[in-house]
């Protein structure tokens, strides 16, 4: 079993720029992948980004590339997402996930976070 718990979220003007992170407890990260997601109200779930195991492989949604950089910590069992030249769009529940194996664009994880708050005001 793997435990996520993010955090950094919160209220940003546009522009601006968040860190989130997301805590692993359980078992040791190494050997999963990771993921980004985010929902907003009244939409799906959206790809953010995700990184290999080892790190070395990153892949990101189209709305992001650019702007978001994700990156992790095995010694630390935790992953980043950098957001930079928030949007008001960016506006959004953001989750993190963890899947054994490859990292993946569609929602198809085992593990998964509470999920922290974005707000991006224009």
């Known amino acids: 079993q793997v435990q996520l718990v993010e955090s950094g979220g919160g209220l940003v003007q546009a522009g601006g720029s968040l860190r989130l992170s997301c805590a692993g407890s359980g078992r040791s990260f190494s050997g999963y992948a990771m993921g980004w997601f985010r929902q907003a109200p009244g939409k799906e779930r959206e790809f953010v980004g995700a990184i290999s195991w080892s790190g070395k492989g990153t892949y990101y949604g189209d709305s992001v590339k650019g702007r978001f950089t994700v990156s992790r910590d095995n010694a630390k069992n935790t992953l980043y997402l950098q957001m930079n030249t928030l949007k008001p769009e960016d506006t959004a529940a953001y989750y993190c996930?963890?899947?054994?194996?490859?990292?993946?664009?569609?929602?198809?994880?085992?593990?998964w976070g509470q999920g922290t708050q974005v707000t991006v005001s224009s």
């Open positions: 996930a963890a899947r054994l194996g490859l990292p993946r664009s569609e929602p198809e994880y085992d593990y």
